[in-house]
């Protein structure tokens, strides 16, 4: 997200194991692949989940985060050092859903009664009905991610769907495909427009400033299959920024070994932290899949994706 505290390059790799053995390539996708519209389970209270597509990831081990070597030229040395030091994570298995919650599956919650609308506030946050970002007030974007919730309100949502937030930890273990040593969700290659929902060239359509070749808006969830993780897993990158469990702190020391979450982000009145980028950001550092955001209540370019 724009603004956001990052960190450096992960290095290492990752080890993961199922009851089968040794695990190709990482994760999997419930039932040995990725299915298109998904298996609906049971969520809290008897609900059905609203057709969330769920990818499996069994346990595993990698090397978390980034920022062990010296910031490159520009990059503040509190920016970079967040995602430090790189340090060992072992997960029990898991499930993230595919896509980044819709508009649609959340109207779903509301409808039932166990969610609340999004917020529509001021123009601070984007989620003024005026300033056209709120996915939820602007109509005709039922497939465009979930946008201006509290992370209450998405604990809430995924709750009611059978889940939960998914702690940083395993946010990041399927966001690098299982824990693979690489830069972005599709690799090493730089951020482009056909992989992730972005604002390219960098800060485009604004003032005098060039129009945009693509991001600067919200864009319906994974039409960007360029930048899908090796799992399937889309937007991981772009689009909306992914609210996590976990508080923000403003490195890794101290950062618990077991993959659960470190605190819990949402006490009142604070965002939290979140993961991803939004399609607001451009800057290639900030857009690495080791780089970090701390939150706020509720926003524009702020979603969810749930895990179990």
């Not at 003024?128 to 970002?133: D, M, N, V, Y």
Request: charged share 15%; with cysteine; net charge negative.
């Amino acid at each position: 997200m724009t603004g956001s505290s990052s960190g450096g390059s992960g290095t290492g790799g990752s080890s993961n194991e199922s009851s089968s053995g040794q695990a190709s390539g990482g994760a999997v996708a419930s039932g040995g692949a990725v299915a298109a519209g998904g298996a609906a389970a049971a969520g809290s209270g008897g609900q059905p989940d609203p057709n969330l597509d769920w990818v499996e990831f069994p346990a595993g081990s990698y090397d978390m985060g980034g920022g062990n070597e010296d910031p490159p030229e520009g990059v503040p040395i509190e920016v970079f050092t967040s995602d430090a030091p790189i340090h060992r994570v072992s997960l029990s298995a898991f499930e993230l859903t595919r896509t980044e919650v819709t508009v649609a599956q959340y109207r779903a919650c509301v409808t039932s009664g166990v969610c609340t609308e999004p917020d529509a506030g001021s123009s601070a946050n984007y989620c003024s009905a005026s300033s056209g970002e709120n996915n939820w007030l602007a109509g005709n974007r039922e497939s465009y991610p979930i946008n201006c919730i509290s992370p209450d309100q998405a604990a809430e949502f995924c709750a009611w769907a059978g889940g939960r937030l998914p702690s940083e930890a395993e946010w990041e273990y399927a966001a690098r495909s299982g824990g693979q040593a690489s830069l972005y969700a599709w690799g090493d290659e730089a951020p482009a427009c056909e992989r992730a929902a972005i604002r390219l060239p960098a800060m485009c359509g604004t003032g005098s400033r060039p129009a945009c070749e693509c991001g600067n808006v919200a864009e319906p969830v994974c039409g960007n299959p360029d930048g899908n993780t090796a799992q399937g897993l889309c937007d991981i990158t772009g689009n909306v920024a992914e609210l996590v469990e976990d508080a923000h702190h403003a490195s890794y020391e101290g950062a618990p070994a077991d993959g659960s979450a470190w605190g819990v982000g949402r006490t009142s009145g604070q965002g939290g932290l979140v993961r991803g980028g939004s399609y607001k950001d451009s800057d290639p550092f900030e857009l690495r899949v080791t780089s970090r955001s701390k939150g706020a209540a509720a926003h524009a370019l702020i979603g969810v994706r749930c895990a179990r």
